[in-house]
């Protein structure tokens, strides 16, 4: 019975394997009979009523011969019209624009199955899945409505599910695919000419259906859709629904009157008589001229191909009408498959429809065979094609754009075109984003150009969307870029932004590529230090209807902020062949508040002031292997980074102009840079605190070489030197002016809140005024290998800095009382490495596949001179005047273990375990004012601190999990100086988490870090981040972010407590998919 019922659906039941249909339930010549039995009977009761009038002079029996269509006898032919595409209705979904070749798969635990209309039924109950591609739902159960198309080559299948309980689901492979609509009852259409896949453990047929509630529901709402997707045009009201005994009189009158008719008949008579509505076009004069002609198409952008053929597939009925001088009307019904193919050009468009009517010069017809019409299917000449009329669910497509409609007409001489309520869809493959325009009435005006009014255009797939922007005309065009697939650029005015379909913005003019929406980012909330705000990005280009240059975004940003009133900003960034770089500027035009900066520090009133920030930073690569850079960075006071922009005040460059540039050769580099502070204080807080200044140069010469092979590649050479005119820039600002009370200040500046960082500075010794520089470092190395296991690399170091003043008056008066500084270092390296395989085992409690053991000590002693201490010169470059001087060693071991991971035919090579220990003793002081250690080995001098151990540890427990650790214990101290570990662990592909912990007693300060990701469904994805400072016993900040994925934007809520700078924020966000730009926001503190 369930072979017969569904033929080729292959059933084994209770076993958990797919079921595959690649051809689903064929329909019943009993059903067929009954539609068609429905159909005729409808036309019946239709002309019972006309006979039933009273009789009037002149017009004859049947319409039908009075208009020139076929006689009744003819008519004959026509009674199974449209039997095979009848229950046919194709659907206007996401899914199904345009159609697509992806497998629909269901899983359930109980499916039953029958035919209804032709359509194969399936009732899906207990854990329905659906997915296709990357759409997936879930749902307690589910009715699916499976129609069958044959088109030549392939088979198409037309799907609607109507989910009960509808959530988004996971496709296999795949974590959730980007739709994450959700509902009670839940409708999804598609066509596809894939595979349809079930996999469930109980089949159960059934021959007359399945009644319950949801089935009636289902069967209402699929009846509701295909109304809305089959509109009916002017003619005869819709007829009711009779009994048996109603249907029998109306046979019975039938052979009585001896009257004959089909629903081809009528519809040839209406096409015929309302003229294929060509007035809607707006033609300027009576179409029916002359044909098109090839050459005036390709400039103007022909709709479709003057030159080659169009191919029409099997039809189930077909007329021809005569309407004007040299023209005839070719009426198709039951379906039509049309394909316009111009292989000189390579353009080809594909035409479906169940109704269509072709206008060709008679002439054309008459002259070439291949125009013969044939039942069949064949072809006709492109260019005889003077208009086509297409009407009940149309589609055309190009490859790049589809458009779907109930009725379109092509005027082909005048190259116009009209789709009313149509739906155009086209795919953005580099965003991967989706274009839908829905509009009242679409006109295409050529190939590549249409104009919709009263539209609605989203990157939503569904008909309501979420967001989307209304606009009262758009205009489209398909422009092509080389080398990359064709782009979709869009203008529209009066614009509305539609958020659930309730308008929260207005722009009185759009254009751009249809991604380019102007509104790029909305947030808003209320922030404890100013109050509520609301702050939104704008793309400008698409704002001011400019075209967008390739690789440039500028994004505009207008907002409140509380109590300091509204803001302006603007953000530019580009990448060329060429060149790269950004703009980041923000502006409160005039401030009404105060800066609350923290603990140990007063609020600033700013109230009345014009403040901002602007950064610029550009590279140029010219010819010659020239490379220039360029950076302009200014802020208007010395508390408004730290206010509102916390990031740019602690991790940003050191804000300047520049100009830097540099010419690289194979292993040598020569550059040179001007740079100068714009402000009259310093802005970033790390060069405040040390060494409180920044350092202009205007300018310094660098020349730099990569190591050189000496007599006979046995020495390598390597050389830096720079000539430099600088000068020292202390900020004529206080610590007062930043907010510092006296204790604060002390403690962070080691002078009082009413001194100038400038006095301060000078009351040092530290030279305000130009300085020149002139210094030069070469080392020379020998690395020689003994008895074949043991590198030894003896070296030599010196230095020669050279100054155009001394410094008496630095160090308390002890500062350097010669210009020239002679520095001299000479030292020995040795390594060597060992190696041994452990295992070859596999062990599933270390999760290790075999281990190899790879040793590497190191050792490196050196011992320096020098005419001058480190402490007798001022800093203008660290890794100039803070050098160190006296003699150190340093012994250690880096042991790694590594395993293999992967799998057959993927394995590779993992460290699993990397600990590296070493021990560092000094000679000297070092830098006894550093408390915490730091060994470099690369250039021993820049090490800082005393004598100290080191050591640190990476675990790699698993692909997910992950172990850090390190640790320094200092002599001088005695005691361990700083500690820390963390860990990382990956759960799942939806939960990750992590901590921290760090420790450094010389600060007293133990900070434990702990937060997580967790993405609760395919639609919210939490993040928490909480610091306690166990030294306080208390929780310093916590941060949660929430968002809410939605199709094609996301709802982003953001916590923040901060107990230090004593903030609570709260804010939500808006982001369209794809659109959000790379914005800096004043409002939105740094985050984890």
């Given at each position: 019975?369930?072979?017969?019922?569904?033929?080729?659906?292959?059933?084994?039941?209770?076993?958990?394997?797919?079921?595959?249909?690649?051809?689903?339930?064929?329909?019943?010549?009993?059903?067929?009979?009954?539609?068609?039995?429905?159909?005729?009977?409808?036309?019946?009761?239709?002309?019972?009523?006309?006979?039933?009038?009273?009789?009037?002079?002149?017009?004859?029996?049947?319409?039908?011969?009075?208009?020139?269509?076929?006689?009744?006898?003819?008519?004959?032919?026509?009674?199974?019209?449209?039997?095979?595409?009848?229950?046919?209705?194709?659907?206007?979904?996401?899914?199904?624009?345009?159609?697509?070749?992806?497998?629909?798969?269901?899983?359930?635990?109980?499916?039953?199955?029958?035919?209804?209309?032709?359509?194969?039924?399936?009732?899906?109950?207990?854990?329905?899945?659906?997915?296709?591609?990357?759409?997936?739902?879930?749902?307690?159960?589910?009715?699916?409505?499976?129609?069958?198309?044959?088109?030549?080559?392939?088979?198409?299948?037309?799907?609607?599910?109507?989910?009960?309980?509808?959530?988004?689901?996971?496709?296999?492979?795949?974590?959730?695919?980007?739709?994450?609509?959700?509902?009670?009852?839940?409708?999804?259409?598609?066509?596809?000419?894939?595979?349809?896949?079930?996999?469930?453990?109980?089949?159960?047929?059934?021959?007359?259906?399945?009644?319950?509630?949801?089935?009636?529901?289902?069967?209402?709402?699929?009846?509701?859709?295909?109304?809305?997707?089959?509109?009916?045009?002017?003619?005869?009201?819709?007829?009711?629904?009779?009994?048996?005994?109603?249907?029998?009189?109306?046979?019975?009158?039938?052979?009585?009157?001896?009257?004959?008719?089909?629903?081809?008949?009528?519809?040839?008579?209406?096409?015929?008589?309302?003229?294929?509505?060509?007035?809607?076009?707006?033609?300027?004069?009576?179409?029916?001229?002359?044909?098109?002609?090839?050459?005036?198409?390709?400039?103007?952008?022909?709709?479709?191909?003057?030159?080659?053929?169009?191919?029409?597939?099997?039809?189930?009925?077909?007329?021809?009408?005569?309407?004007?001088?040299?023209?005839?009307?070719?009426?198709?019904?039951?379906?039509?498959?049309?394909?316009?193919?111009?292989?000189?050009?390579?353009?080809?468009?594909?035409?479906?429809?169940?109704?269509?009517?072709?206008?060709?010069?008679?002439r054309q017809l008459q002259n070439n065979q291949n125009n013969e019409i044939q039942g069949q299917g064949g072809e006709m000449g492109a260019s005889g094609i003077r208009g086509i009329y297409l009407e009940d669910n149309v589609i055309v497509s190009d490859g790049d754009y589809t458009i779907k409609a109930p009725r379109i007409y092509y005027d082909l001489v005048e190259n116009k075109a009209l789709v009313l309520d149509a739906v155009m869809y086209t795919y953005n493959v580099d965003l991967k984003l989706p274009l839908y325009v829905r509009a009242d009435a679409l006109r295409q005006t050529s190939a590549t150009s249409w104009e919709a009014e009263e539209a609605q255009f989203t990157t939503s797939e569904f008909g309501e969307p979420h967001f989307a922007i209304a606009s009262s005309k758009i205009t489209i065009e398909k422009r092509e870029k080389e080398g990359r697939p064709d782009r979709f650029y869009l203008s529209s005015r009066h614009n509305r932004g539609e958020v659930l379909g309730t308008p929260l913005a207005y722009f009185p003019y759009v254009a751009g590529e249809y991604y380019d929406i102007p509104l790029r980012d909305v947030r808003g909330g209320f922030n404890s230090r100013f109050g509520p705000f609301i702050e939104t990005g704008w793309d400008m280009f698409s704002l001011f209807g400019a075209e967008k240059p390739e690789n440039v975004n500028m994004i505009g940003k207008i907002g409140w902020l509380g109590v300091h009133n509204g803001?302006?900003?603007?953000?530019?960034?580009?990448?060329?062949?060429?060149?790269?770089?950004?703009?980041?500027?923000?502006?409160?035009?005039?401030?009404?508040?105060?800066?609350?900066?923290?603990?140990?520090?007063?609020?600033?009133?700013?109230?009345?002031?014009?403040?901002?920030?602007?950064?610029?930073?550009?590279?140029?690569?010219?010819?010659?292997?020239?490379?220039?850079?360029?950076?302009?960075?200014?802020?208007?006071?010395?508390?408004?980074?730290?206010?509102?922009?916390?990031?740019?005040?602690?991790?940003?460059?050191?804000?300047?102009?520049?100009?830097?540039?540099?010419?690289?050769?194979?292993?040598?580099?020569?550059?040179?840079?001007?740079?100068?502070?714009?402000?009259?204080?310093?802005?970033?807080?790390?060069?405040?605190?040390?060494?409180?200044?920044?350092?202009?140069?205007?300018?310094?010469?660098?020349?730099?070489?990569?190591?050189?092979?000496?007599?006979?590649?046995?020495?390598?050479?390597?050389?830096?030197?720079?000539?430099?005119?600088?000068?020292?820039?202390?900020?004529?600002?206080?610590?007062?002016?930043?907010?510092?009370?006296?204790?604060?200040?002390?403690?962070?500046?080691?002078?009082?809140?009413?001194?100038?960082?400038?006095?301060?500075?000078?009351?040092?010794?530290?030279?305000?005024?130009?300085?020149?520089?002139?210094?030069?470092?070469?080392?020379?190395?020998?690395?020689?290998?003994?008895?074949?296991?043991?590198?030894?690399?003896?070296?030599?170091?010196?230095?020669?800095?050279?100054?155009?003043?001394?410094?008496?008056?630095?160090?308390?008066?002890?500062?350097?009382?010669?210009?020239?500084?002679?520095?001299?270092?000479?030292?020995?390296?040795?390594?060597?490495?060992?190696?041994?395989?452990?295992?070859?085992?596999?062990?599933?409690?270390?999760?290790?596949?075999?281990?190899?053991?790879?040793?590497?000590?190191?050792?490196?002693?050196?011992?320096?001179?020098?005419?001058?201490?480190?402490?007798?010169?001022?800093?203008?470059?660290?890794?100039?005047?803070?050098?160190?001087?006296?003699?150190?060693?340093?012994?250690?071991?880096?042991?790694?273990?590594?395993?293999?991971?992967?799998?057959?035919?993927?394995?590779?090579?993992?460290?699993?375990?990397?600990?590296?220990?070493?021990?560092?003793?000094?000679?000297?002081?070092?830098?006894?004012?550093?408390?915490?250690?730091?060994?470099?080995?690369?250039?021993?001098?820049?090490?800082?601190?005393?004598?100290?151990?080191?050591?640190?540890?990476?675990?790699?427990?698993?692909?997910?999990?992950?172990?850090?650790?390190?640790?320094?214990?200092?002599?001088?101290?005695?005691?361990?100086?700083?500690?820390?570990?963390?860990?990382?662990?990956?759960?799942?592909?939806?939960?990750?988490?992590?901590?921290?912990?760090?420790?450094?007693?010389?600060?007293?300060?133990?900070?434990?870090?702990?937060?997580?990701?967790?993405?609760?469904?395919?639609?919210?994805?939490?993040?928490?981040?909480?610091?306690?400072?166990?030294?306080?016993?208390?929780?310093?900040?916590?941060?949660?972010?929430?968002?809410?994925?939605?199709?094609?934007?996301?709802?982003?809520?953001?916590?923040?407590?901060?107990?230090?700078?004593?903030?609570?924020?709260?804010?939500?966000?808006?982001?369209?998919?794809?659109?959000?730009?790379?914005?800096?926001?004043?409002?939105?503190?740094?985050?984890?």
């Open positions: 019975m369930i072979k017969r019922q569904i033929s080729a659906l292959t059933c084994i039941a209770s076993t958990g394997l797919l079921l595959i249909a690649p051809q689903l339930a064929e329909v019943s010549h009993a059903q067929q009979g009954q539609a068609q039995a429905d159909r005729y009977e409808g036309l019946i009761d239709e002309v019972e009523q006309e006979l039933e009038k009273p009789a009037q002079p002149g017009p004859p029996l049947s319409e039908l011969e009075d208009r020139g269509a076929p006689a009744n006898e003819q008519a004959r032919q026509f009674t199974d019209l449209e039997e095979a595409n009848t229950g046919l209705k194709t659907p206007s979904t996401p899914l199904g624009d345009p159609l697509v070749p992806f497998d629909v798969n269901f899983a359930s635990q109980k499916a039953s199955h029958w035919i209804e209309d032709g359509a194969k039924m399936l009732l899906l109950e207990g854990e329905v899945r659906f997915w296709a591609d990357a759409y997936s739902f879930r749902g307690e159960s589910a009715v699916v409505r499976i129609e069958t198309e044959e088109r030549p080559g392939r088979t198409i299948y037309h799907v609607a599910i109507y989910l009960d309980h509808a959530t988004p689901g996971r496709v296999p492979g795949n974590l959730g695919g980007p739709i994450v609509a959700s509902a009670r009852k839940l409708l999804v259409t598609m066509s596809t000419y894939g595979k349809i896949k079930l996999d469930t453990d109980l089949m159960l047929p059934s021959d007359f259906g399945v009644q319950s509630v949801l089935t009636e529901s289902a069967m209402g709402r699929f009846a509701r859709y295909d109304a809305s997707r089959s509109q009916v045009l002017a003619g005869g009201p819709v007829r009711p629904v009779y009994g048996a005994e109603v249907f029998a009189r109306r046979a019975m009158r039938r052979q009585a009157i001896g009257v004959e008719i089909s629903e081809a008949d009528k519809e040839f008579v209406r096409l015929a008589n309302a003229q294929l509505e060509r007035s809607v076009v707006e033609q300027p004069e009576q179409f029916g001229g002359g044909t098109r002609n090839a050459a005036v198409d390709e400039d103007e952008a022909a709709i479709f191909p003057a030159r080659g053929t169009i191919s029409y597939g099997p039809v189930a009925a077909f007329s021809t009408e005569p309407t004007g001088p040299n023209e005839r009307a070719l009426m198709f019904l039951g379906g039509i498959d049309l394909t316009y193919e111009d292989f000189d050009l390579g353009r080809s468009v594909s035409l479906n429809a169940q109704k269509a009517v072709i206008f060709i010069d008679e803001t302006l900003g603007l953000d530019l960034d580009y990448d060329t062949d060429m060149s790269y770089g950004f703009l980041k500027s923000y502006l409160i035009p005039l401030d009404g508040g105060e800066d609350v900066l923290g603990e140990g520090r007063e609020d600033v009133n700013r109230s009345g002031d014009t403040r901002g920030y602007e950064t610029w930073k550009h590279r140029q690569y010219l010819p010659e292997n020239v490379e220039l850079s360029l950076q302009s960075s200014w802020v208007s006071d010395d508390t408004f980074l730290e206010e509102f922009f916390p990031r740019e005040a602690y991790e940003a460059q050191q804000y300047q102009a520049s100009g830097y540039v540099k010419v690289s050769e194979d292993n040598w580099l020569v550059s040179g840079v001007a740079k100068t502070n714009l402000n009259s204080f310093t802005p970033q807080l790390t060069y405040l605190q040390a060494p409180g200044y920044t350092v202009d140069k205007l300018p310094e010469i660098q020349a730099t070489t990569a190591p050189f092979t000496l007599f006979g590649e046995t020495f390598n050479w390597y050389s830096q030197s720079s000539l430099s005119r600088m000068r020292v820039r202390a900020g004529t600002d206080t610590p007062g002016d930043r907010g510092f009370e006296p204790e604060a200040s002390e403690e962070v500046f080691g002078f009082g809140p009413d001194q100038s960082f400038r006095s301060f500075v000078e009351s040092q010794g530290v030279p305000t005024n130009y300085v020149l520089r002139a210094d030069t470092r070469h080392e020379l190395s020998l690395p020689l290998e003994i008895a074949d296991w043991l590198n030894w690399t003896p070296y030599v170091v010196g230095r020669v800095t050279a100054y155009d003043q001394t410094f008496e008056d630095f160090n308390n008066g002890e500062g350097a009382d010669d210009t020239v500084r002679l520095w001299g270092m000479v030292g020995s390296r040795f390594d060597t490495e060992f190696s041994k395989v452990l295992t070859t085992k596999r062990s599933n409690i270390l999760n290790t596949n075999g281990i190899r053991h790879v040793i590497e000590p190191y050792f490196n002693f050196w011992t320096v001179s020098t005419n001058i201490d480190d402490q007798d010169l001022p800093i203008f470059d660290y890794d100039v005047e803070r050098i160190d001087q006296g003699s150190g060693l340093t012994f250690g071991m880096r042991n790694t273990f590594q395993t293999k991971r992967g799998g057959p035919g993927r394995w590779r090579d993992v460290d699993w375990i990397a600990l590296d220990t070493r021990y560092v003793q000094r000679f000297d002081p070092g830098f006894p004012d550093f408390e915490i250690p730091r060994y470099y080995n690369y250039h021993p001098e820049y090490s800082i601190g005393g004598s100290h151990f080191y050591s640190n540890l990476q675990w790699m427990v698993s692909d997910n999990v992950a172990v850090f650790g390190e640790l320094t214990w200092g002599d001088r101290q005695d005691e361990v100086v700083q500690w820390r570990v963390n860990g990382t662990i990956n759960h799942t592909p939806r939960l990750q988490t992590f901590v921290n912990y760090e420790e450094i007693p010389v600060l007293s300060s133990r900070l434990l870090t702990y937060g997580f990701s967790y993405r609760m469904t395919t639609k919210y994805m939490v993040h928490f981040l909480q610091r306690f400072d166990l030294s306080e016993d208390n929780s310093r900040r916590i941060t949660v972010m929430l968002d809410r994925k939605l199709p094609r934007f996301v709802f982003r809520v953001n916590v923040i407590l901060d107990v230090v700078d004593n903030e609570q924020l709260f804010n939500v966000e808006i982001i369209p998919d794809g659109l959000a730009g790379d914005t800096n926001w004043a409002a939105t503190p740094l985050r984890f």
